[in-house]
């Protein structure tokens, strides 16, 4: 009889999170969050490396194809932008990783399921000057069919 109490007592504990997770929109965000952020810091790092290895058709690929970038630039128009540019990363490293959302502009990003705001900390190089210096941005990546991407 005691282990019946038990058992029906865990099973309403149970039922009682699982609704509030559902019902309450902070706590079911942040179980949210947390079975997102691998695979975003997954996606800004794959970006990242690929920026500083200068792996252009990487770095292509990893844009994603709702984002306004990629929309008004083929593949040749971006290697052609990014070779005249003289600013080259040389090394990142991921500040925060905050404010995931659904996509609340399906008109403008019928593709886009979530956004999320990655914060990095970049040095920069300057090809043409030999100038190094940090900056501090906050990306959006948005997730595509499944992927996070970089917007």
Known sequence: MQKKKIIVVAIFVVVVIAAGLIIWDQPRKKVEFL???NAIEQAAKAYFQAEMAENY????????SSSDYKKTHSYEEYLKDVKNSPVR???????????????????????????????????????????????NYSFTFLKEKGIWYKG
Request: proline letters at 2%; a negative charge.
């Open 57 to 64: 058709q990487q770095v292509y690929a990893y844009l994603a």
């Open 35 to 37: 079975l997102e952020k």
């Open 89 to 135: 990363i040389q090394t990142y490293r991921i500040v925060d990783i905050y404010r995931l959302r659904d996509n609340d502009n399906r008109e403008n990003y019928p593709a886009v399921e979530k956004f999320v705001q990655v914060e990095v900390d970049v040095d920069i190089k300057y090809a043409d000057t030999g100038e190094k210096r940090v900056y």
